[in-house]
């Protein structure tokens, strides 16, 4: 393996994990990152093959060139699936953050003492 390239053990993804193990949380947003980092120069390669295809073909592109068009659009579409289905489970991630936010500073856990001076929550 050349020095300049590091393979990464697969780690359960974001969906995947316990969402109270920070380690696991850590370990799989950066799985993500990298996931994107490739998927986003393998659109950059296919948008390039495109763009050379229709340079040399000119005014028949649309017929020559169809398969690297389809290839770019496909890429491109699973990228931004990708992309809304991880905004999705940081919406969950952030909405189950704060409802045990809201029950451990609740005045009906005695446990966790209060909130600091100057918040107050209605959890009704």
Request: hydrophobic share 35%.
């Given at each position: 393996?050349?020095?300049?390239?590091?393979?990464?053990?697969?780690?359960?993804?974001?969906?995947?994990?316990?969402?109270?193990?920070?380690?696991?949380?850590?370990?799989?947003?950066?799985?993500?990152?990298?996931?994107?980092?490739?998927?986003?120069?393998?659109?950059?390669?296919?948008?390039?093959?495109?763009?050379?295809?229709?340079?040399?073909?000119?005014?028949?592109?649309?017929?020559?060139?169809?398969?690297?068009?389809?290839?770019?659009?496909?890429?491109?579409?699973?990228?931004?699936?990708?992309?809304?289905?991880?905004?999705?489970v940081m919406v969950q991630l952030t909405d189950d953050v704060i409802y045990s936010m809201l029950i451990e500073f609740s005045p009906r856990n005695p446990r966790w003492g209060t909130l600091p001076a100057?918040?107050?929550?209605?959890?009704?």
């Amino acid at each position: 393996m050349d020095k300049f390239q590091r393979e990464f053990k697969r780690v359960p993804s974001i969906e995947e994990i316990d969402r109270s193990d920070p380690v696991a949380w850590y370990r799989a947003r950066n799985q993500y990152v990298r996931d994107r980092w490739i998927d986003r120069e393998e659109i950059r390669v296919l948008r390039e093959r495109m763009s050379e295809c229709t340079r040399r073909q000119g005014v028949n592109a649309k017929k020559n060139c169809r398969q690297e068009m389809v290839d770019y659009m496909e890429a491109l579409t699973a990228y931004k699936e990708k992309q809304y289905l991880l905004e999705l489970v940081m919406v969950q991630l952030t909405d189950d953050v704060i409802y045990s936010m809201l029950i451990e500073f609740s005045p009906r856990n005695p446990r966790w003492g209060t909130l600091p001076a100057g918040y107050e929550i209605n959890i009704d």
